[in-house]
T-cell receptor, first 113, second 112 residues
Framework: KAGVTQTPRYLIKTRGQQVTLSCSPI?????VSWYQQTPGQGLQFLFE???????NKGNFPGRFSGRQFSNSRSEMNVSTLELGDSALYLC????????????FGPGTRLTVL | AQSVTQLDSQVPVFEEAPVELRCNYS??????LFWYVQYPNQGLQLLLK??????LVKGINGFEAEFNKSQTSFHLRKPSVHISDTAEYFC??????????FGTGTSLTVIP
């Protein structure tokens, strides 16, 4: 099976812009989670989607949003970008029937100038 | 609520020496425990996992971990490290159907 894919891999934006990141889970996985990784904060949970519904949400401002499509692909959107949003954004998928193991994509490196 | 504490942010160790990366968790429910490794500019890769059964879990690349319920720990060990083990290591905990909680990571540097 193909792994989790994320596009784009690298992105440069300026403050105030918005950005959309995409994640395609492993075939058959219906759960997709998003994480923000920064050197000082480690992995911070953003949200999880399962069957097009958000089932868990981390402690991030409303500028961070997501959605999931019927084919389980997920997008994450960040509006009004701030310098502090520069990070590696990781997507992970899992099959809810197989003991919760998450499989991670390579990430999207977002730089906000 | 669940949480994970990785006690060491950085661990330097000489090549071929043993290493232990410490992880403690807090949870009021049954847990599943994981160790992930992240190489530079890559995503996270599963090293090993504890779901149930034997408390000693063996993973890839010669790593193993021991689940200790009384001490709420899940420490990662390797008897002899290689240069290629230099990476960031993350401990994680989850319960059935719940979200994952990650530690802040331990940077392992293997010194030739």
């Amino acid at each position: 099976k193909a792994g989790v894919t994320q596009t784009p891999r690298y992105l440069i934006k300026t403050r105030g812009q918005q950005v959309t990141l995409s994640c395609s889970p492993i075939s058959g996985h219906r759960s997709v989670s998003w994480y923000q990784q920064t050197p000082g904060q480690g992995l911070q949970f953003l949200f999880e989607y399962f069957s097009e519904t958000q089932r868990n949400k981390g402690n991030f401002p409303g500028r961070f949003s997501g959605r999931q499509f019927s084919n389980s692909r997920s997008e994450m959107n960040v509006s009004t970008l701030e310098l502090g949003d520069s990070a590696l954004y990781l997507c992970a998928s899992r099959d809810m029937s197989s003991y919760n193991e998450q499989f991670f994509g390579p990430g999207t490196r977002l730089t906000v100038l | 609520a669940q949480s994970v504490t990785q006690l060491d942010s950085q661990v330097p160790v000489f090549e071929e020496a043993p290493v232990e990366l410490r992880c403690n968790y807090s949870s009021s429910v049954s847990v599943y425990l994981f160790w992930y490794v992240q190489y530079p500019n890559q995503g996270l890769q599963l090293l090993l996992k504890y779901l149930s059964g034997s408390t000693l879990v063996k993973g890839i690349n010669g790593f193993e971990a021991e689940f200790n319920k009384s001490q709420t720990s899940f420490h990662l060990r390797k008897p002899s490290v290689h240069i290629s083990d230099t990476a960031e290591y993350f401990c994680a905990v989850t319960g059935t159907g719940n979200q994952f909680y990650f530690g802040t990571g331990t940077s392992l540097t293997v010194i030739p």
